[in-house]
C-alpha cells in the first residue's frame, strides 16, 4: 500500500506518518510539502502509484482543493472512474468549512485539525478496509477478463480446428 502525505507543515507530516506507521507498519509512505511537488511526481510516474492520499487544503502554493481537482481532472482525461478509484482522497484541515465542497473532489473523508488521534484511527481504518475492497474487486475484474480471453480465444482455436 503506497500512502502520500501532501502537507507544508512538516510537524503535521511527521505526526500523520506515525499516525499511520501505528496501524500499517509495512506500507510504503511518501512525503510532499507542496501540492506543486504532488503534481509534479504525479506527472513523473503512474498516478494509480498512490493509493491513500493525505492532502491539506490550507497551504503556501497552491491549496489542496486545487490539487484534487487537478488530480481528478487527470483522471477523468484518462477516462477513468472517479468514484470509488485511487488514491482514496482524505484532506486534514484546519478549515471545517471547506468540507461540503470536498464531495465535489470526491474525497473519502475529511479529518479537521488539531488531529485527534482517536478520530484518525477510526478514518483510516475504514479507508484500509475501503482500499482492500477496492484491491480485490479490481483482482477480481483482472481474473474475469482474463477467463473471458482463454474462453475467446478456446472458441476461436475450436473453430479454426473445425475448418481443418
Known sequence: MNIAICDDEEN???????????????????EFSSGKELL????????????????????GD???????????????????????????????TGYPEYMQEAFSVNAFQYIVKPIQ?????QVFAQTIREYQYLMAKKKMNISMTHHALCASALTSIRRHESLI
Request: with cysteine; glycine share 2%.
Open 62 to 92: 497552491e491549496d489542496g482543493m486545487t490539487v484534487a481537482k487537478q488530480l481528478r481532472s487527470q483522471m477523468e482525461s484518462k477516462k477513468e472512474a472517479v468514484w470509488g478509484s485511487l488514491p482514496l482522497l482524505i484532506f486534514v
Open 117 to 121: 488521534e482517536s478520530n484518525f484511527e
Open 12 to 30: 503535521i507530516r511527521i505526526y500523520i506518518r506515525k499516525l499511520i506507521q501505528k496501524q500499517e507498519p509495512f506500507c510504503k509512505i511518501t
Open 40 to 59: 509534479e511526481f504525479q506527472d513523473e510516474t503512474n498516478a494509480e502509484e498512490i493509493d491513500i492520499l493525505f492532502l491539506d487544503i490550507s497551504m
